[in-house]
């Protein structure tokens, strides 16, 4: 099949799929005496999947290694390029979500206020900017590494760990499931939690930032789905959960990734929907010597003026010396 007659057929140009060509994503043979390329069912195949995941948004390099997957049959890694690309995409999302709120905002402005003020335009755009820029989301922990050995890890009540189970049957407690009810766990790990939440008959979904954590979860908990995310762009259309739940992983943002990550939790759960959160905290206010080093652990008092400030009642409990849990319902 020559080039026109497959650009027709699948509904691109000739010079796109010369691109392609040009990026070493198909490789068709050509015909000795004038070089004329001819496609074959492959190299159609080839061009349709690679149509399929740049309508997916996928990058040609990241094409190019989805390819060798493909081919290799390893659907493991392939799955992994599609989970990261659809990451991508919600954060996208939630950026042009953010730009169209602060782009309302000023038309109000301008439609409100005579003359123009622009050093309010300027600082409501520099604010979405500074918004977009905390949610980029870099792994500093390299969870993958650990994901093997994570379960021995915290049966081994170091001080990160301490009362690890303890503190996880206290949270299915106060959650309290209703058979049925759907609930998200954010960085959900080797899925602990979410297991025993699915022993007490709730329907559980898990994130996690770390695809070998995730390939864990889905041995050990089958039927539970799982997708790759954080909490900055949690994988997940508004209003689709009864409660969010999160255990030894809120700490690991900054302080102000934690007010987007309460943002987020607020935007996938249901009107009346519940957050609890199990995690190292300060029980005053002082701070680590280096919070850059991963372990920023949130004053209690910070969050629970921020659940106050949202419109939630909170209860809250300290279970050793730095792990607390709070549980936060909102008022109406």
Same mark, same amino acid.
Request: aromatic share 8%; with cysteine.
């Given at each position: 099949?020559?080039?026109?007659?497959?650009?027709?057929?699948?509904?691109?140009s000739a010079r796109t799929i010369r691109f392609y060509e040009e990026k070493g994503?198909?490789?068709?043979?050509?015909?000795?005496?004038?070089?004329?390329?001819?496609?074959?069912?492959?190299?159609?195949?080839?061009?349709?999947?690679?149509?399929?995941?740049?309508?997916?948004?996928?990058?040609?390099?990241?094409?190019?290694?989805?390819?060798?997957?493909?081919?290799?049959?390893?659907?493991?890694?392939?799955?992994?390029?599609?989970?990261?690309?659809?990451?991508?995409?919600?954060?996208?999302?939630?950026?042009?979500?953010?730009?169209?709120?602060?782009?309302?905002?000023?038309?109000?402005?301008?439609?409100?206020?005579?003359?123009?003020?622009?050093?309010?335009i300027y600082e409501l755009a520099e604010g979405s900017k500074r918004l977009r820029?905390?949610?980029?989301?870099?792994?500093?922990?390299? @969870? +993958?590494?650990?994901? !093997?050995?994570?379960?021995?890890?915290? %049966?081994?009540?170091?001080?990160?760990?301490?009362?690890? &189970? $303890?503190?996880?049957?206290?949270?299915?407690?106060?959650?309290?499931?209703?058979?049925?009810?759907?609930?998200?766990?954010?960085?959900?790990?080797?899925?602990?939690?979410?297991?025993?939440?699915?022993?007490?008959?709730?329907?559980?979904?898990?994130?996690?930032?770390?695809?070998?954590?995730?390939?864990?979860?889905?041995?050990?908990?089958?039927?539970?789905?799982?997708?790759?995310?954080?909490?900055?762009?949690?994988?997940?259309?508004?209003?689709? @959960? +009864?409660?969010?739940? !999160?255990?030894?992983?809120?700490?690991? %943002?900054?302080?102000?990734?934690?007010?987007?990550?309460? &943002? $987020?939790?607020?935007?996938?759960?249901?009107?009346?929907?519940?957050?609890?959160?199990?995690?190292?905290?300060?029980?005053?206010?002082?701070?680590?010597?280096?919070?850059?080093?991963?372990?920023?652990?949130?004053?209690?008092?910070?969050?629970?003026?921020?659940?106050?400030?949202?419109?939630?009642?909170?209860?809250?409990?300290?279970?050793?010396?730095?792990?607390?849990?709070?549980?936060?319902?909102?008022?109406?």
């Open positions: 099949m020559k080039i026109k007659e497959i650009a027709d057929k699948l509904k691109i994503l198909i490789d068709p043979s050509k015909q000795e005496n004038n070089q004329y390329r001819d496609f074959n069912e492959k190299d159609i195949w080839r061009l349709q999947t690679i149509i399929s995941l740049r309508e997916a948004g996928m990058t040609v390099g990241d094409i190019k290694k989805a390819l060798k997957e493909i081919e290799g049959q390893d659907i493991e890694e392939l799955q992994y390029y599609l989970e990261l690309q659809r990451s991508v995409m919600f954060s996208k999302w939630l950026e042009i979500k953010q730009i169209i709120e602060t782009t309302d905002y000023m038309i109000h402005i301008v439609k409100n206020q005579k003359p123009l003020p622009l050093d309010d820029e905390q949610r980029v989301w870099r792994d500093k922990w390299n @969870f +993958d590494r650990l994901a !093997s050995i994570h379960d021995q890890r915290v %049966l081994n009540d170091s001080l990160e760990y301490k009362n690890y &189970e $303890e503190a996880l049957d206290l949270t299915v407690k106060w959650l309290s499931p209703t058979p049925g009810e759907k609930g998200l766990d954010i960085g959900t790990g080797t899925g602990n939690l979410a297991g025993k939440l699915i022993e007490q008959g709730a329907n559980m979904a898990g994130v996690d930032q770390s695809k070998e954590m995730l390939k864990q979860c889905q041995k050990k908990l089958p039927d539970m789905e799982t997708k790759l995310g954080n909490f900055l762009a949690i994988p997940y259309l508004d209003g689709k @959960f +009864d409660f969010v739940v !999160s255990s030894f992983a809120f700490h690991h %943002l900054t302080e102000e990734q934690k007010i987007l990550g309460i &943002e $987020e939790m607020r935007r996938v759960l249901k009107p009346h929907g519940r957050i609890c959160i199990t995690d190292l905290m300060l029980a005053n206010e002082q701070k680590p010597d280096d919070p850059d080093n991963g372990q920023n652990y949130t004053p209690l008092g910070d969050l629970l003026n921020l659940f106050e400030k949202i419109g939630y009642i909170t209860k809250h409990q300290r279970i050793n010396e730095l792990l607390h849990i709070v549980y936060a319902v909102p008022i109406r």
